[in-house]
């Protein structure tokens, strides 16, 4: 009953847009954001129901050190236009985030086409091994899940087992289409670590409250420094 999880990791130059202007004592949105996904991965890679991680990016500076930890790269392939863009029930995703989750899930079922496939948002800085392991147990008993964001109406984890198609709808309204696709909605506590994904200062100040992982951690600590 082994998984296989696929990351989406941005480019730091577009990464968590709407974090808006932080405090100057707080990390570039960039560095921010290198620290969620390793945070997210580090938690994914030491749970004993992942098998490995794939993460999808294609920048190399955020590459490396989550290959370090134990990850392997898949490049995003190059986008095309919306004009050039294929069409059709069978058509890959156009947008950037949902195609190179398409690309990820590909890889992974070529892989590893016995695993069941997980995708999960790379912006989960909290993110424990605890709820990682329970999250994957409960999906196993459904050929198609999804964990909700906290507030309930996006998406921090997509789930199906082996075999399954599984198409992303990550965005505005993911949950309900998510729902709409056959995926089952787990029953997580709110406050349940997965579900605490970092889009707004808000956020960033909740999970930093609750508690992150030692990349984010390190990161902000290292920033609110005061010099000697």
């Not at 190059?78 to 990820?104: C, K």
């Amino acid at each position: 009953m082994s998984w296989v999880c696929v990351v989406p990791v941005k480019g730091s130059a577009t990464a968590k847009s709407r974090l808006g202007d932080l405090p100057e004592t707080f990390p570039a949105r960039g560095a921010l954001a290198e620290a969620f996904a390793l945070d997210t991965v580090a938690a994914l890679l030491a749970a004993e129901m992942v098998r490995q991680v794939l993460v999808v990016t294609n920048d190399p500076g955020a590459a490396a050190p989550l290959a370090a930890l134990g990850a392997q790269i898949v490049p995003e392939l190059p986008q095309t236009s919306v004009l050039d863009a294929p069409s059709g029930p069978d058509a890959a995703p156009r947008d950037p985030l949902n195609a190179a989750i398409t690309e990820g899930i590909r890889v992974a079922q070529e892989r590893y086409p016995l695993s069941h496939i997980a995708v999960l948002t790379g912006d989960l800085p909290a993110l424990t091994v605890a709820d990682v392991e329970t999250t994957l147990s409960i999906a196993s008993a459904h050929d198609r899940a999804m964990v909700a964001d906290e507030e309930g109406a996006g998406t921090t984890a997509l789930l199906a087992r082996a075999g399954v198609p599984l198409t992303p709808q990550f965005g505005i309204g993911s949950r309900a289409a998510h729902e709409a696709a056959g995926h089952r909605p787990l029953d997580l506590p709110a406050t349940a670590s997965i579900r605490r994904d970092v889009d707004t200062v808000d956020n960033l100040a909740e999970v930093l409250r609750r508690g992150v992982g030692a990349h984010t951690s390190a990161l902000i600590a290292r920033s609110q420094a005061i010099p000697d």
